[in-house]
């Protein structure tokens, strides 16, 4: 197996021109699990830790571009306010030691059902910045999921960022495993709210053969939120919606039963973690809007 | 040795380190300093010039008839100097702890996913795995026996060992009763109970190094927990006479009862000895759950007959273990549950029947607890049934009918040493309980059910308090002469009276190295207590199980210590003329009260070394009555422990956090305090983790979640702060008084946890572990 190291973002793109083979390897979380088990045995490895590119975030009006290669670590200090809902994502990921190695770019790249980063970036609206000798394309990330563990990238193509707007109003994530910490999620769910456009924004993962979003439960509590007038006038939610709104969200999944829960604990689960985190954001949208009055 | 050894300083301590410290108080751990800085080495650190890799064919299948193996493109690759298939063991190809039933490589028939089937030698670890893919196997593929109860009862099922001279795949059958058995009460509870097979999970994946010797046997480097009883097995699949083979202990990374059966040892030796050449194996993870036993699953049926007034009137239990495809220790887990299974209480009529079956399941051996674990789950839920359905407090309804000294056990064994469980009852009720959650407070998640991964802010969280309590046997049972073997010497070196102490006793985290040395320096009355590297050139420790090390090893490095000290006086009366009868020891130097200082250690040593060698056997126990489970003394102590779990439980997603987990035990003598409080928190743990997320799931034969990633054992943010109270009744039939301590805090913790859930959700959950599914009715 070779290993080569990119030193910038142009040499990692020739390397990946001219070997669409080559597997890339950012902190490795879930590549060199897969292959310590010998479940993939990649022809060669490109390093892409030393490419300074894909090492920082930026923002330009309003909008975020995250390198692919910010470790979880650096989100959760750097850009939890700008990002709340990543931030949470990337808080739930793993332990510290794999957050400081770890990044959006290798999970995105691995696109698993259950990758963490996912719910988030689908709930914020997120776009994912690909990038080969033939230029550089950004895609929504609700069309970069594929199928399980497939992406939308063509092989010569590496994922260099995602970009997101700046939270304008509060977000959520919350995730399902069976232990306190470390844990592969069971389940897990974003919301988030962009009072500006009057739209919710959601996604979930490990309960669909991609991370999806819940188009139908989006509409719905977005089209109770305007027709109530609460974007301006913001007023406790109804138990009802909010309890619609779970159940919309439990029945956009389309989960398994596998080793690490069922299928019909997955949507139920999924459900009251849709529930819970819209009335967390809609707290704190009702109490952010009365302390700024 | 024909072969430079590029190992590991095999002793455990860093000599310049000064460690003091005698019986009963806490000094550091030799080895501590080294494992923290991460110098230790472990036997999978072991390497050594010139070396070859060692790697094993597994069967994909449970249960498949092979109908040929060709190993001859494995061989052509280049790079490999070894494929070694059954016709290749030297010797007897079977070994077994209990019963030789297990071959160290198939013959014509594979019996569970994961048999060793052939062996490669290359010169690099990923050459001999590659070579691996490259050896035909041709599979007749079965089906396999995977239900335990129809494997003991169904005479219509294949039988998997048809040798074995056993009805049916019965490894081992044994009632026990006593009493009457028309009985009738006033208060009659039941239930099923069901426990998943759990993993020692221990973190050093099975090693180690064999290098062959020119007198034509084999020097082996491995982490074990019983140098003997791995050199016995390995000498007769090699075909070799035991002093042919020699074993050293190298560093243990935990065992847990995962290191009693062979894994690589007859293995390395064989493609050491074909080769010529050292050849050193190491299992990655998922190997390592193919490679190793795991804990009995267990179904078992229980019911309960008790007066208005809360007396036990009797107890009837069904239990069946699966033993999966090999015997290990299943005869032991069938007689120590069948044993211990009315629980610590008294009980005047009983039935209960215990079956240990073969099946095409993953081995099953030991692990801590062995036995006693599995029927703890269900008599404890079992006593809090019975409690509900009198409205009786439950550590009442438990110290109502706890045994004490003297009481008669339904084997008709009478305890003739303190049996406190009252007081451990008492004790464990009256710690502080963990302050309340208040309701208005900003909760931190990391203490909430699901942690930092934010699921609830303290919405549907309700709390539970649970209590258990058990018992154990500790050492070997049932008619097993249960001893060990240690050399203690004593000799000046510049100018400091230095002992040393050699046993074959596996240190396997649980702090034996500790506790020798502080024996001898009690015995001794020096400072300096060096602890020779473990191997086979000193007589049979036994193995670190059963919580027997401190009462057998220690009972032996006492016993040598104490005949050095008598050589020691005898050459001070003769040097000296006459010594006082109230001679003693004390810092290097031979005192009396009467006579004040008489000598130092190091006069009287001169330039001569006294060196004894000693036995320690514990007094004899005696097997079962095959038809009613009689014996006048089958388990020579028992030991007692009582948890009290607290925990809260987000009852919409099934998610747990253990607030506290508080234990009550009595270790007879405290040897090392400290250790012992480490040893009950490190037990509880691991049964705090059976009850709520620890388990190899088996379907078909087949493991599912053979990993790290998908078998969950706990993490801090899972583990509650733990108030450990330790008790010491000494028990006048062992050394110092003192009682096994390591296994007990894992047989309480669980049941205590899921006592807690219960009494949090109001669910009956009889199996263990009580996963998300099991609390929310989603399991499927």
């Not at chain 1, 939270?167 to 919301?191: D, E, L």
């Not at chain 2, 230095?498 to 702090?511: D, I, K, R, S, Y």
């Not at chain 2, 086979?536 to 057998?552: D, K, L, M, N």
Request: hydrophobic residues 40%; charged residues 20%; negative net charge.
């Amino acid at each position: 197996m070779d290993f080569i190291r990119a030193a910038s973002l142009d040499d990692a793109l020739a390397i990946k021109a001219q070997r669409p083979d080559i597997t890339p390897i950012a902190g490795g979380t879930d590549l060199m699990v897969g292959i310590n088990f010998d479940h993939t045995r990649p022809s060669g490895l490109l390093d892409l830790t030393s490419v300074p590119e894909l090492a920082e975030w930026s923002e330009s009006s309003g909008v975020i571009r995250l390198g692919a290669g910010v470790p979880y670590a650096r989100i959760i200090s750097e850009l939890g306010e700008h990002l709340p809902g990543l931030a949470m994502a990337a808080r739930t990921v793993a332990s510290p030691q794999i957050r400081n190695r770890g990044t959006v770019g290798g999970n995105l790249a691995t696109a698993s059902p259950s990758g963490d980063a996912h719910p988030a970036l689908l709930a914020c609206g997120a776009e994912v910045e690909l990038a080969s000798v033939r230029g550089t394309r950004r895609m929504p990330v609700a069309e970069f999921f594929t199928s399980v563990k497939r992406n939308a990238a063509e092989p010569d193509e590496l994922v260099t960022a995602v970009h997101l707007a700046r939270a304008t109003g509060p977000q959520q994530f919350a995730k399902v495993g069976t232990r306190n910490a470390m844990v592969i999620s069971v389940c897990a769910f974003s919301v988030a709210l962009h009072p500006e456009r009057a739209e919710v924004g959601t996604g979930f993962g490990s309960a669909a053969p991609t991370p999806r979003r819940a188009a139908d439960a989006e509409e719905f509590l977005s089209g109770e939120l305007t027709s109530r007038g609460m974007w301006d006038d913001p007023r406790p939610l109804p138990d009802t919606v909010i309890t619609r709104f779970g159940e919309l969200v439990a029945a956009a999944a389309a989960p398994i039963d596998d080793v690490r829960g069922t299928a019909s604990y997955r949507r139920h689960a999924l459900g009251v973690l849709a529930r819970r985190t819209a009335g967390w954001t809609w707290d704190e949208y009702l109490t952010g809007r009365q302390t700024c009055a | 040795m024909s072969a430079h050894v590029n190992a590991p300083s095999r002793t455990s301590q860093d000599l310049s380190e000064s460690i003091t410290g005698g019986v009963g108080e806490s000094p550091s751990r030799p080895d501590g300093n080294l494992k923290v800085r991460g110098d230790y080495a472990y036997s999978s650190d072991l390497g050594a010039e010139d070396m070859l890799w060692g790697a094993t064919l597994r069967s994909p299948h449970p249960y498949a008839r092979i109908t040929g193996i060709d190993v001859g493109p494995a061989l052509a690759h280049p790079g490999v100097y070894a494929v070694l298939t059954h016709e290749d063991v030297p010797g007897d190809n079977r070994y077994g702890l209990k019963i030789v039933d297990q071959p160290v490589l198939a013959e014509d028939v594979v019996r569970f996913r994961g048999e060793p089937v052939a062996l490669v030698a290359a010169d690099d670890p990923e050459t001999a795995r590659r070579a691996l893919e490259l050896i035909a196997v041709d599979y007749q593929v079965l089906e396999p026996v995977t239900d335990p109860k129809r494997a003991a009862h169904d005479p219509a099922l294949p039988k998997l060992h048809p040798d074995s001279g056993c009805e049916n795949n019965l490894v081992r059958y044994q009632p026990i009763v006593r009493g009457r058995q028309d009985v009738r009460a006033d208060v009659v509870v039941s239930g099923t109970y069901t426990l998943g097979m759990q993993d020692q999970a221990f973190l050093g994946p099975e090693s180690g190094l064999a290098i062959p010797a020119e007198d034509g046997g084999v020097e082996v480097f491995l982490a074990t927990q019983d140098l003997h009883s791995d050199r016995k097995q390995t000498a007769r699949a090699l075909g070799l006479p035991p002093d042919k083979v020699r074993m050293t202990m190298s560093g243990v990374g935990g065992a847990f009862g995962g290191r009693e059966d062979l894994s690589i040892q007859a293995h390395v030796c064989m493609l050491a000895m074909h080769t010529g050449k050292p050849v050193k194996m190491v299992y990655n993870r998922e190997e390592s759950f193919y490679g190793h036993v795991h804990r009995h699953p267990a179904e078992m049926y229980f019911e309960h007959g008790a007066t208005r007034d809360g007396e036990l009137v009797y107890v009837k239990a069904r239990m069946y273990f699966d033993g999966g495809a090999y015997a290990s220790k299943t005869p032991v887990v069938v007689g120590n549950a069948t044993t211990l299974g009315t629980g610590p209480y008294e009980v005047p009529n009983v039935d209960i029947a215990g079956w240990g079956v073969y099946t095409n399941n993953p081995p099953c051996g030991a692990m801590r607890g062995l036995g006693a674990v599995q029927p703890a789950f269900a008599y404890e839920a079992q006593m809090d049934k019975l409690a509900r359905a009198l409205d009786m407090d439950p550590v009442e309804l438990r110290q109502r009918n706890a045994v004490e000294q003297g009481s008669v056990l339904h084997t008709g064994q009478q305890l003739d040493y303190p049996a406190p469980v009252g007081e451990l009852l008492e004790r464990a009720r009256k710690l502080p309980m963990p302050p309340e959650r208040d309701p208005a407070a900003e909760p931190d998640i990391r203490d909430l059910p699901g942690g930092a991964a934010n699921t609830t802010h303290g919405e549907d969280i309700a709390r539970g308090v649970g209590y258990a309590a058990i018992i154990k046997n500790v050492s070997y049972a049932e008619g097993a002469d249960d001893y060990s073997t240690a050399r203690a010497s004593l000799q000046a070196v510049g100018g400091e009276a230095v002992a040393m102490v050699h046993t074959a006793a596996a240190e396997v985290g649980q702090g034996l190295v500790t506790v020798q040395q502080q024996i001898a320096r009690t015995e001794l009355g020096v400072e300096r207590v060096n602890i020779h590297p473990n191997d086979t050139s000193v007589g049979e420790a036994g193995s670190s199980s059963a919580s027997r090390q401190t009462y057998i090893t220690g009972g032996a490095v006492k016993a040598a210590c104490e005949a050095v000290r008598e050589t020691l006086f005898e050459r001070a009366a003769a040097k000296l003329g006459h010594t006082p009868p109230d001679l003693a020891v004390v810092d290097g130097k031979l005192v009396s009260d009467s006579h004040g200082v008489l000598a130092d250690v190091v006069e009287i040593l001169g330039d001569e070394v006294i060196e004894c060698t000693r036995e320690y056997h514990h007094r004899p126990t005696y097997p079962l009555d095959p038809e009613t489970g009689q014996s006048e003394l089958v388990h020579v102590q028992h030991a007692f422990s009582v948890h009290r779990a607290v925990v809260d439980v987000d009852t919409q997603l099934g998610l747990v956090k253990v607030v506290a987990l508080d234990c009550v035990q009595d270790v007879g003598k405290a040897v090392n305090p400290d250790a012992i409080v480490g040893q009950i928190q490190g037990g509880a743990t691991q049964g705090m983790g059976l009850a709520v997320m620890e388990e190899i799931q088996v379907s078909d034969g087949l493991i599912r979640n053979p990993s790290f990633t998908d078998y969950l054992i706990p993490t801090i943010l899972d583990t509650p702060p733990m108030k450990v109270d330790i008790l010491e009744r000494g028990d006048p039939h062992a050394p110092y008084g003192v009682r096994g301590v390591g296994e007990p805090p894992t047989i309480s913790a669980g049941p205590a946890v899921l006592a807690a859930i219960r009494a949090a959700t109001g669910l009956d959950l009889t199996h263990a572990p009580a996963g998300p599914d099991h609390i929310t009715g989603t399991a499927g």
